[in-house]
């Protein structure tokens, strides 16, 4: 009994960072693209409608990730779904509702996001994931996810449509930072807490170009895919991903940085 305090005690309630994280965050982020504007714009709700139906049900997914003890796979990843879909609702609805644009919506959730992580880093003496093991820690957490995927749609937004990128340039934009950020890791000695999380905000506007990719028309550049078979096939992936590959808490850690 003694052991399985000690070691419950040494572990995070977020997932170790490997491969299979990176390959399910990916996914995940991508579903948030496809899910969001199924209900905003498939089913014609809007924006705000939508925006409040993903805040509540982030909102509930939060809370019983918050209340778990320990590490769970798959409330985590519902709950970083959550977050990747009000993301998409909150910041076409910021961009688009109340007309501040992709640019001004970028600016703006980036200010927040570095204002989150600041904050966290002042309260708590660490940003690092692994530190992630109480109340105090797992709301900061979950804050600054939030901002970053919100930032992401309107990042991903910015550099498609209104730099002209298009998908396939955000794409290669985004996979090309990411495996520069990758580089680093291997090569470099730069915080290891900071390339984390400078890869886990990348990922969501390439989630967010590639979702458009999938379901925008063939026009515009993508493959006018139906936005309710993609969302589909997309959480079918992360289930498979889920069920398939290794997920483990990370080691909690009193490192700072």
């Keep these: 009994m003694q052991n399985k305090f000690i070691d419950s005690q040494s572990l995070s309630k977020v997932p170790a960072v490997t491969a299979a994280f990176w390959l399910t965050k990916i996914a995940a982020t991508t579903l948030g693209e496809t899910g969001g504007d199924a209900v905003t714009m498939s089913m014609n709700l809007g924006y705000l409608t939508g925006t409040l139906i993903f805040a509540i049900i982030f909102l509930v997914a939060v809370v019983v990730q918050i209340k778990r003890p320990t590490f769970n796979k798959w409330i985590y990843w519902f709950t970083v779904v ?24 970028t600016l ?38 939030m901002f970053s995927q919100t ?11 209104t730099e002209g990128m298009g998908y396939d340039g955000g794409i290669l934009l985004f996979v090309g930072a990411l495996a520069i950020i990758w ?75």
């Design 183 to 257: 580089a680093a890791s291997r090569f470099t000695s730069l915080s290891r807490t900071a390339l984390f999380w400078a890869a886990f905000i990348l990922t969501r506007p390439l989630g967010a170009v590639v979702g458009d990719f999938l379901d925008k028309p063939i026009a515009d550049g993508g493959l006018e895919l139906s936005r309710y078979s993609a969302s589909l096939t997309l959480a079918l992936i992360i289930i498979a991903f889920l069920w398939l590959l290794p997920q483990r808490p990370a080691m909690k850690t009193v490192t700072q940085s």
């Design 151 to 161: 930032l992401g749609t309107a990042l991903g937004d910015w550099t498609a449509d």
């Design 108 to 145: 703006l959730l980036s200010t927040l996001l570095i204002l989150s992580l600041l904050i966290w880093r002042i309260t708590c003496g660490t940003i690092a994931v692994s530190s992630v093991n109480n109340g105090v820690t797992e709301s900061f957490y979950w804050i600054t996810i």
């Design 82 to 105: 959550a977050t990747t879909t009000v993301g998409t609702t909150l910041a076409d609805f910021a961009d688009r509702s109340l007309g501040i644009g992709y640019l001004g919506g």
